[in-house]
């Protein structure tokens, strides 16, 4: 290491002593760090020319004093006394300076020392105005007063005149305005890229909350729509009942309880998707950890049961892996795709593939299923909410189901795509990112097993 680099990480040391969460106060901590290592140099600086020129003890001692106060705030920074140093700048600093101008009669550059520490003090106690305004006061009151004092009397001690005195004054007044004038600037900066990510973030939450309007509205209509279709066979049927009992016609009875419980199953179809459509869009922050695709495929099968036994459905799965994910929605995903092969499917034995493949990047999922197709044309559409290509007497369902994955799919930030032949069948393809959760999680439970 050479000196350059010795003395940058010796600065950078320097300026993060005390530092801690708190990224304004540590600005604030490294600006104080910063003045009182220079200040406390130049102090000694003087000490040792006074010395050289044979000028007066006392100047000697008092500059000493000075340095030493100067010095000591980085000692009570290093404690984490921030509040200390803070104080030794705003309320004794002008203090020292006017006992100086009333011991050794001034002419060192007070008044720009003093001006810039008014600076100081406006950064300093920047969220405190009633104190600010205290050591503003104080500061006036002591600079005056010494003034005052020389105007009418002798310096106490002796009039003391470093020729150097204004050259040294001079240096540490610009470096503390530069220091100040930098700190407030980074402020500035910091408070307009935090505006603009607030800026952002507002624009971003209003587009999501006219999506869900929209949502909203489009869900409250068609569900709205959908729920009169099955309301009115049911109370068609019903009626036709009423009337047949009242006759004392038995006849079609049976069929027409069958045309009413069909309604019926449809409008439980319906209810049930909605309920899970708002358990799963309500916005709750979701419990996430690391999740075994197998053991979601088991809880499907078990869920599906009745479904796979009646069309004698085949169910293929591959290798699955592990994954960072909330369990509840990827039952969801892995239950609908497998669902929907099942259900659109005309084949005696239908058949669905389950393949995953995990990278350093993405999950990717496929459901390939022997169904009946979909054309190129509602590739999209099927992904729309309540959007069904069959009627309610041909396949049941609410169309809601696809809907429901995409919503998912999207907040997971990744992507579902289809690939279909009419008559033949249908691939669905997700891609999952994987975050920086997964790859934690991973490795806490790889070192876990490890040890």
């Not at 079609?252 to 409008?267: E, I, P, V, W």
């Amino acid at each position: 290491m050479n000196i350059l680099d010795f003395t940058i990480n010796c600065w950078i040391k320097i300026k993060s002593l005390g530092s801690g969460d708190d990224p304004k106060k540590n600005a604030n901590i490294a600006l104080l760090n910063q003045i009182a290592f220079t200040s406390s140099m130049v102090a000694y600086s003087m000490v040792i020319l006074a010395i050289y020129i044979n000028l007066n003890n006392f100047y000697s001692i008092l500059t000493f004093i000075l340095g030493s106060f100067s010095f000591s705030i980085l000692i009570f920074n290093y404690f984490n006394r921030f509040h200390v140093s803070r104080f030794i700048i705003a309320g004794i600093f002008p203090q020292l300076i006017a006992l100086y101008i009333v011991l050794i009669g001034g002419s060192f550059g007070e008044e720009s020392i003093l001006t810039v520490l008014l600076f100081l003090i406006y950064i300093l106690y920047e969220n405190a105005p009633k104190q600010r305004a205290w050591f503003y006061i104080s500061l006036g009151a002591s600079y005056i007063s010494a003034s005052f004092f020389l105007l009418l009397n002798p310096p106490l001690v002796t009039k003391i005149d470093n020729p150097y005195d204004n050259i040294f004054s001079f240096i540490v007044c610009v470096i503390w305005l530069v220091m100040v004038i930098w700190l407030y600037q980074k402020k500035i900066r910091n408070q307009q890229n935090h505006q603009e990510r607030l800026l952002d973030e507002m624009t971003e939450k209003n587009n999501r909350l006219q999506k869900t309007t929209d949502e909203l509205e489009q869900f409250t209509y068609i569900a709205s729509h959908d729920l009169k279709s099955p309301l009115r066979t049911i109370i068609s049927f019903l009626d036709l009942i009423k009337r047949d009992v009242t006759r004392e016609r038995y006849d079609d009875l049976l069929s027409k309880l069958d045309f009413a419980r069909s309604g019926a199953k449809q409008m439980n179809f319906l209810v049930t998707d909605i309920l899970e459509y708002s358990e799963i869009t309500k916005g709750k922050v979701k419990k996430k950890s690391i999740v075994s695709l197998q053991s979601i495929i088991e809880k499907v099968n078990f869920n599906l049961m009745d479904v796979i036994k009646k069309r004698k459905a085949d169910l293929y799965v591959f290798s699955l892996p592990d994954f960072y994910c909330n369990e509840t929605e990827m039952i969801v995903l892995f239950q609908n795709f497998i669902e929907n092969g099942i259900k659109y499917n005309k084949e005696t034995t239908p058949n669905i593939f389950v393949k995953a493949k995990l990278d350093d990047k993405y999950l990717t999922l496929q459901f390939i299923d022997n169904g009946i197709g979909i054309e190129e044309e509602y590739f999209n559409k099927i992904f729309l909410l309540f959007k069904r290509l069959h009627t309610s007497e041909s396949y049941s369902g609410t169309g809601l189901g696809l809907g429901l994955c995409k919503k998912i799919i999207d907040d997971m930030g990744g992507t579902v795509s289809v690939e279909s032949t009419v008559n033949v069948g249908s691939t669905f393809t997700i891609l999952l990112p994987v975050n920086q959760e997964h790859q934690a999680s991973q490795q806490e439970i790889n070192s876990e097993q490890y040890s």
